[in-house]
């Protein structure tokens, strides 16, 4: 009873300012000027928003890719037992969160451009330069960047409550290090793993500055399109309409990564 | 219904907002003025002179876009006793009914606003609105990349220049250029010169480098880039920066704006936003403000008070004759949709 009556402060607060927003922004898909019409979500059939969603997806699903390739490892390495400089890499990853994103953001499209820092070292240094903005890929490269600390920290912290006894049991039944990882960390590790998975995913689909300033605007992805209908088209029902068609998407990517029954077992932020 | 939920979506979207705004109101006595502006758009001390000489205390917000004034503006959300919009939103705004008339009467320093900028067709007897700067659109260009003198719309579709072009993320604008570069109105309704001018679009597609918002003037100046939509304003600030930058008006001809002082309804300080009003048209205010910010003033004893290399710039201030040339922006309501439509199909095409 006592530890219910404790929740009641996030539960007024979650209704006020989550609940009640998301059944406005419905009502709004559904109705313009208090007209009930489909016509939002008529507009996202068009071929043209389409490929905006197609290309949301892609990008958030290469960047979420790329950056579990990266931290597992890195994540490995960390919980290891051998590593002295544990604290001060953990501080590496998480340091550049003091940061507000949108500056860390607007920092690489200085550093990155055709004239920028990065292409001149390279050019005094004899190499060809490269253009590394205003393309999908550098879309991608500001996503792994921002999110990869949600990657990391959770596998890190799996990977880290795994008893040892366990892995040595695995070697002394005679299994390789090979096996050792396929049937026994990595199975164990997989909570912390859809964790990450979920946390750069999620991110990555909704982002909208990242593709403008490191994009070069040239695609545009749904949170773009969402921040245009309401700050300029004033389309309220379109906007509406592909911010539950957003919500939608990410509930079956909830549902499916929940079927791995991962969230009970401590994935780490949940 | 729709009234109800927009209460609740202005008190769930400005709740924060809302809460410090009454917040600061109430913490003590003073009398407040509640002004929205563009960002950067004032010099900071000119508050701090207002609060000095009245005792009335400046609570001071930004936007980014008048459209996104317009949503914060509407009913129901916060309240501002002055904002200041451009001419073709204040139209869209008296469209609306949502300004509150201005008795230019009670305000002693209207009379020094220069006569060409009053009564202008977005606000025909300036019941709603008193000039607060004004200026023109062209091309800003890099002249180490650059060579031959830019005059025209056409140098932004110029293949000499591909991947080398910056272009404005923004519809009206982009639009615009096309437009003029067909020889059309920057108004027009036609949907066959809109198709037009969305096949332009679609061939500069290739050629641009990327579609900037504001942090294309900083790039711009550090050179990543040879071609560059600005306003005036702007390119002032970027060719005192990087001299190796210069400004020109197409001859195809351009917009021409008016950002104007504004009160909406639902004002609760309207005597503190009269005084506010009367300051910012005070001389030696807009003078410090137009030399802060780089954007011309519409008081020509403020801008006898500037320093010369301002006051006789010709991309600050182009003479009355070249201004006749130029057109102002219409309320575009009614084909803002079209609009957004064809910006994306261009902006699409690049993307491939």
Request: proline fraction near 5%; charge should be negative; include cysteine.
């Amino acid at each position: 009873m006592d530890k219910k009556r404790l929740a009641l402060p996030y539960v007024i607060w979650a209704s006020i300012f989550v609940v009640v927003p998301v059944l406005i922004i419905v009502y709004y898909s559904f109705f313009d000027k208090g007209i009930f019409t489909l016509q939002g979500y008529k507009q996202v059939l068009n071929p043209r928003y389409l490929g905006n969603i197609m290309d949301s997806i892609g990008i958030a699903f290469i960047s979420t890719v790329i950056c579990l390739v990266l931290a597992y490892p890195l994540a490995m390495i960390l919980s290891s037992k051998e590593m002295s400089a544990k604290g001060i890499i953990l501080l590496l990853v998480i340091l550049p969160m003091w940061m507000n994103s949108l500056l860390r953001t607007y920092a690489w499209g200085y550093l990155l451009q055709d004239t920028g820092v990065v292409n001149s070292l390279l050019s005094s240094m004899g190499l060809p330069t490269m253009q590394f903005l205003y393309k999908k890929s550098a879309i991608v490269f500001g996503n792994v960047y921002n999110f990869f600390p949600f990657m990391v920290l959770p596998i890190y912290n799996v990977l880290c409550k795994i008893d040892k006894n366990v892995i040595e049991a695995s070697y002394d039944l005679g299994a390789d290090k090979f096996t050792t990882f396929k049937r026994i960390i990595l199975p164990l590790s997989m909570p912390g793993v859809i964790t990450g998975i979920v946390m750069v995913f999620m991110p990555a689909l909704t982002t909208f500055l990242v593709s403008r300033l490191l994009g070069g605007g040239k695609t545009t992805l749904l949170g773009d399109l969402i921040e245009q209908q309401f700050n300029k088209t004033g389309d309220w029902a379109f906007g509406s309409a592909l911010s539950v068609i957003l919500m939608i998407i990410i509930l079956i990517t909830l549902v499916f990564m929940s079927k791995k029954d991962s969230f009970d077992k401590g994935g780490g932020l949940f | 219904m729709r009234k109800l939920s927009r209460l609740f979506l202005g008190m769930a979207l400005a709740g924060t907002m809302a809460i410090t705004l009454t917040g600061c109101g109430n913490n003590d006595d003073k009398p407040v003025v509640k002004v929205f502006n563009w960002g950067d758009y004032i010099d900071p001390e000119v508050n701090k002179i207002f609060e000095e000489e009245t005792g009335i205390r400046v609570i001071y917000s930004e936007f980014g876009t008048n459209e996104e004034m317009f949503q914060k503006l509407e009913p129901g959300n916060v309240s501002y006793d002055i904002a200041i919009p451009s001419d073709y939103m204040i139209e869209k705004m008296i469209n609306n009914d949502m300004l509150e008339p201005i008795d230019v009467t009670k305000l002693t320093n209207y009379p020094k606003i220069d006569e060409r900028f009053k009564n202008l067709p977005y606000d025909p007897n300036n019941q709603y609105s008193i000039p607060y700067m004004w200026g023109t659109v062209g091309i800003i260009y890099n002249t180490t990349m650059v060579e031959e003198p830019v005059d025209s719309w056409n140098a932004l579709w110029d293949e000499r220049y591909a991947g080398k072009i910056f272009v404005y993320d923004s519809e009206r604008e982009g639009i615009m250029a096309a437009l003029k570069k067909l020889g059309y109105s920057m108004n027009t309704r036609d949907p066959k010169e809109l198709e037009e001018a969305k096949q332009e679009l679609i061939k500069q597609a290739p050629l641009v480098l990327s579609y900037v918002g504001d942090e294309g003037k900083g790039k711009m100046i550090s050179g990543e880039a040879a071609l560059m939509m600005a306003w005036a304003g702007d390119a002032m600030v970027m060719t005192e920066e990087n001299p190796d930058l210069a400004f020109a008006l197409p001859k195809e001809g351009t917009n021409f704006f008016v950002d104007a002082i504004v009160v909406p309804k639902g004002a609760e300080n309207l005597e503190n936003a009269y005084k506010y009003i009367d300051f910012l048209c005070r001389p030696d205010i807009a003078a410090k403000n137009a030399e802060y910010i780089g954007y011309s003033t519409p008081i020509s004893e403020a801008r006898a008070l500037l320093p010369e290399e301002i006051r006789n710039s010709e991309v600050a201030y182009p003479s009355e004759e070249e201004t006749d040339k130029m057109e102002m922006f219409t309320d575009p309501s009614d084909v803002i949709k079209l609009y957004s439509s064809i910006w994306m199909e261009a902006k699409s095409s690049a993307s491939q």
